[in-house]
């Protein structure tokens, strides 16, 4: 199951559906998923924001 969830987290897809013993969809409480490449893209961003900003920093201490 573990691992399941870990692919789920990577891909952003649903692979696992909880339902109750009616066969209703049981609703996650964090419903706004956010998949690992999606998160790993904007800490890229930030980073290099972040270095941009850095190297602007330095330039005005000179």
């Given at each position: ?43 890229e ?18």
């Amino acid at each position: 199951m573990r691992a399941i969830r870990l692919i789920e987290e990577v891909t952003g897809e649903q692979l696992i559906h909880k339902a109750d013993l009616n066969g209703s969809e049981i609703s996650e409480t964090n419903t706004e998923k956010i998949s690992l490449k999606e998160k790993l893209a904007k800490q890229e961003v930030l980073i290099q924001e972040l270095t941009k900003r850095i190297i602007q920093l330095e330039e005005n201490q000179k």
